[in-house]
């Protein structure tokens, strides 16, 4: 099919073996519902919004840069990151203020846990750290006073 002009509307049915490439699509595809099978290849150059994706993507290779709101729920294990991990919330728990890290010279930690659980600190009794290799330390009031960090006790 080439050159083609125009509005398809109320196409009913099912579409097989489509081989070839698709360029220049312009427009919008709108309450597209079913299955997409085997797509295989690349999308690039994909602007827009995605809502309500349901489902497993797996074999994501490449970079994802400006993410911007939520993510929740997020289960399993997050491997070969690389880079930095900035502004990430904590958690209070059990009465612990539980902080993720990927330092490992406790010393380091210490004098960072003000930083990386700011106001939090103060409604605790301790301090767990957790290390990317799931090593973790509950760390009392006594051991964070030589660093100037003051927690309930």
Same mark, same amino acid.
């Given at each position: @099919?080439?050159?083609? +002009? #125009?509005?398809? $509307?109320? =196409?009913? /049915?099912?579409? *097989?073996?489509?081989? &070839? !490439?698709?360029? %220049?699509?312009?427009?919008?595809?709108?309450?597209?519902?079913?299955?997409?099978?085997?797509?295989?290849?690349?999308?690039?150059?994909?602007?827009?919004? @995605?809502?309500?994706? +349901? #489902?497993?993507? $797996?074999? =994501?290779? /490449?970079?994802? *840069?400006?993410?911007? &709101? !939520?993510?929740? %729920?997020?289960?399993?294990?997050?491997?070969?990151?690389?880079?930095?991990?900035?502004?990430?919330?904590?958690?209070?728990?059990?009465?612990?203020?539980?902080?993720?890290?990927?330092?490992?010279?406790?010393?380091?930690?210490?004098?960072?846990?003000?930083?990386?659980? &700011?106001?939090?600190?103060?409604?605790?009794?301790?301090?767990?750290?957790?290390?990317?290799?799931?090593?973790?330390?509950?760390?009392?009031?006594?051991?964070?006073?030589?660093?100037?960090?003051?927690?309930?006790?």
């Amino acid at each position: @099919q080439s050159t083609f +002009v #125009g509005v398809r $509307t109320a =196409m009913t /049915g099912v579409l *097989t073996a489509m081989v &070839g !490439t698709h360029t %220049n699509l312009i427009g919008q595809r709108q309450t597209l519902v079913g299955v997409d099978f085997s797509s295989i290849g690349t999308a690039t150059n994909v602007r827009g919004t @995605q809502l309500n994706v +349901v #489902g497993s993507q $797996t074999s =994501m290779m /490449g970079s994802n *840069t400006n993410i911007i &709101g !939520t993510v929740s %729920n997020t289960y399993g294990t997050v491997t070969n990151t690389l880079g930095s991990v900035s502004n990430t919330a904590t958690s209070v728990d059990n009465n612990y203020v539980r902080v993720n890290t990927s330092i490992t010279d406790l010393e380091s930690v210490y004098k960072n846990v003000r930083t990386l659980v &700011g106001d939090l600190a103060v409604e605790a009794t301790r301090v767990k750290i957790s290390w990317k290799d799931t090593v973790s330390k509950k760390v009392s009031s006594a051991e964070l006073a030589q660093y100037g960090i003051q927690i309930k006790s």
